[in-house]
Nanobody
Framework: QVQLVESGGGLVQAGGSLRLSCAASGGFFSTYAVGWFRQAPGKQRDFVATISWKAGTTYYADSVKGRFTISRDNARMSVNLQMNSLKPEDTAVYYC????WGLGSPRSTDYNYWGQGTQVTVSS
């Protein structure tokens, strides 16, 4: 069983930056792909970025490509999401998720474990 806890959310002005962290406990973290998803009020949960378990291959949604960077530190059992040049439309609850032996996926149904989420609010 893997537990995931997100942190680093908050309120920031448009054009600013935030760094989200996803801390894991339990399981063999280095064998999990990790993804970030987000959900705005009244909308579905959307894919943001993912990183594979082995080679660290990354994949991003078009809406965040070039602005967000996902990285992992297996020794510290954490995955970070550096978010730059934030826009009001990035406002959402951000969730991290773990996929066993995964290469990463943009589909939320491919993930086995989820965190509780952290709020990101970008003001205009």
């Amino acid at each position: 069983q893997v537990q995931l806890v997100e942190s680093g959310g908050g309120l920031v002005q448009a054009g600013g930056s935030l760094r989200l962290s996803c801390a894991a406990s339990g399981g063999f973290f280095s064998t999990y792909a990790v993804g970030w998803f987000r959900q705005a009020p009244g909308k579905q949960r959307d894919f943001v970025a993912t990183i594979s378990w082995k080679a660290g291959t990354t994949y991003y949604a078009d809406s965040v490509k070039g602005r967000f960077t996902i990285s992992r530190d297996n020794a510290r059992m954490s995955v970070n999401l550096q978010m730059n040049s934030l826009k009001p439309e990035d406002t959402a609850v951000y969730y991290c998720a773990a996929q066993m032996w995964g290469l990463g996926s943009p589909r939320s149904t491919d993930y086995n474990y989820w965190g509780q989420g952290t709020q990101v609010t970008v003001s205009s």
